[in-house]
């Protein structure tokens, strides 16, 4: 049976992420202040990656990319590629509803400034391994940034310098499955339009495409 660790079922591999939970929970109790599980059926053909909780955001609420600004844009072009039902409202309660997605980070536990380090990523990504082991049915994964894709690369034993990152790059993993890249959506990056709306419309344009040519 598969494992997913989340709050009943804590985990202190990392030492600094399980000391700033900690912290975090003391200056906002009534936070989720754990592990966020992935959101969305196992059976999906789509798997979304991040990068990890913000504090404010999935640290807060409990639900992946939910109470933050990249959420917001996330969530947004779910809705408008039909990946989603319902109205994504900020919080858990919302009854949105992922269809055919599913929404996991590449690490679980909020790292201090967004930032998790080498040790970190390294340790959560059994989690990663055991997510994607189990959607029998994933055709692709849609990496947001460079860190989420290293870490795919890292689940599959890839090299990075045959899988390089970049923007709207589209790397066939085996003969299932693809891996998508885009830049992370977060305030950031569409602040200085490293990323715009239309870029990652773009993107989930493709994967809509990309869907409908394996099923
Ligand atoms: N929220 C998440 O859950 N993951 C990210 O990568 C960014 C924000």
Not at 115 to 121: A, H, L, N, R, V
Not at 193 to 204: H, N, V
Request: charged share 15%.
């Amino acid at each position: 049976m598969t494992v997913f660790y989340g709050p009943s079922n804590p985990c202190n591999i990392c030492p600094r992420l399980y000391c700033y939970l900690q912290e975090l929970n003391k200056k906002q109790p009534e936070g989720h202040n754990g592990p966020v599980t992935s959101f969305g059926a196992i059976e999906s053909q789509l798997l979304i990656v991040g990068l990890a909780p913000g504090a404010k955001g999935a640290n807060y609420t409990g639900r992946p990319f939910t109470g933050d600004h990249a959420g917001d844009v996330l969530y947004g072009q779910l809705s408008t590629f039909g990946f989603s039902k319902g109205i994504f409202k900020q919080h858990i309660n919302d009854g949105l509803e992922l269809i055919n997605c599913r929404i996991t980070n590449a690490v679980r536990c909020v790292p201090p400034q967004n930032k998790p380090i080498g040790s970190e990523i390294n340790s959560c990504n059994i989690y990663l391994s055991q997510e994607i082991a189990a959607m029998k049915k994933l055709k692709i994964i849609l990496s947001l940034g460079k860190i989420s894709h290293d870490a795919v690369l890292k689940v599959f034993g890839l090299k990075q310098s045959a899988y390089k990152f970049a923007h709207g790059a589209q790397h066939q993993i085996n003969d299932d499955l693809w891996l998508f890249d885009t830049y992370h959506c977060s305030r950031y990056n569409m602040n200085t339009r490293r990323l715009t709306e239309d870029m990652f419309a773009a993107i989930f344009s493709n994967i809509q495409t990309k869907l409908s040519s394996l099923s």
